[in-house]
C-alpha cells in the first residue's frame, strides 16, 4: 500500500506566473484535501474533492483552482501567483469523508514566489 | 468565527516527564477532534482520534481528553523522549462536515 505523494517536492516561482501541484492519494481513498501551511502556523483548508467532485471549499479566492482524476489523483492550480501564496502545500487523502476519518498527508510541495 | 487556539509558546520538558498540551476552541461543535505530529518540513501524521461522546482515549504513552463544555482538549505524552520533540497540531471536524480544521500547532521540545 503506497502512502500520498506529492510533486514537486520544492519550486520557486515569480509573482504573476501560475503553478501546478500533484498529489496521489493512498490506495483505495476517494477523498483528496488541499491545505495551505505558511510558516508557523497550521493547515489551513483549501478545498476538498470527492469522486472527482469539489466538496467543499475554504476562504481562497477563485484563482485558486483544483482537479481529482477517475484514478482519485489530484491537482491544485493557482494563476496569478502572490508573494503571499509561499508556503507548504499539503495534500491529504482519507477513506471516509465527514465521519472523523484520518487524514493521510504527503509530504507538501514547498512553494517560494519570488 | 471559528478558532482553534492552541499555546504558541513552545513547551519544553526533561526526559521522563509528562507533556500536557492544551486546545482550545470557539464558535464550533465539532463531533470529532484529532491530534497530529508534525516535524519540521514534513507533513502531519495523525495520532489519535476522540469523539464528543467520549471522554478520554489513549495510546500507548499518549493520552487525550475532550471537554465539549469546556470546549477543550487536553493531550499528554507520558514518560517523554526527545524523540517526542515535534509540532503538535489539533484537529476538529463536524459531523457530515467536509473539512478538517487545525490549531496552529504547540511547539515540544523533549530535553535528554
Known amino acids: 500500500e503506497t502512502g500520498v505523494t506529492q510533486s514537486p517536492t520544492h519550486l520557486i516561482k515569480t509573482r504573476g506566473q501560475q503553478v501546478t501541484l500533484r498529489c496521489s492519494s493512498q490506495?483505495?481513498?476517494?477523498?483528496v484535501s488541499w491545505y495551505q501551511q505558511a510558516l508557523g502556523q497550521g493547515p489551513q483548508f483549501i478545498f476538498q474533492?470527492?469522486?472527482?467532485?469539489?466538496?467543499g471549499r475554504g476562504n481562497f479566492p477563485p484563482r485558486f483552482s483544483g482537479l481529482q482524476f477517475p484514478n482519485y489523483s489530484s491537482e491544485l492550480n493557482v494563476n496569478a501567483l502572490e508573494l503571499d501564496d509561499s508556503a507548504l502545500y499539503l495534500c491529504a487523502s482519507s477513506l471516509v469523508m465527514g465521519d472523523g476519518g484520518e487524514l493521510f498527508f504527503g509530504e507538501g510541495s514547498r512553494l517560494t514566489v519570488l | 468565527s471559528q478558532k482553534i487556539e492552541q499555546n504558541s509558546e513552545a513547551l519544553n520538558i526533561q526526559e521522563g516527564k509528562t507533556a500536557t498540551l492544551t486546545c482550545n476552541y470557539t464558535n464550533y461543535s465539532p463531533a470529532y477532534l484529532q491530534w497530529y505530529r508534525q516535524d519540521p518540513g514534513r507533513g502531519p501524521v495523525f495520532l489519535l482520534l476522540?469523539?464528543?461522546?467520549?471522554k478520554e482515549k489513549r495510546k500507548e504513552r499518549l493520552k487525550v481528553t475532550f471537554d465539549t463544555t469546556l470546549k477543550q482538549s487536553l493531550f499528554h505524552i507520558t514518560a517523554s523522549q526527545p524523540a517526542d520533540s515535534a509540532t503538535y497540531l489539533c484537529?476538529?471536524?463536524?459531523?457530515?462536515?467536509?473539512?478538517?480544521?487545525f490549531g496552529a500547532g504547540t511547539r515540544l521540545f523533549v530535553k535528554a
Open positions: 476522540i469523539r464528543e461522546n467520549e
Open positions: 484537529a476538529l471536524e463536524k459531523t457530515g462536515g467536509f473539512k478538517t480544521i
Open positions: 474533492y470527492y469522486r472527482e467532485e469539489e466538496n
Open positions: 490506495s483505495g481513498h476517494n477523498t
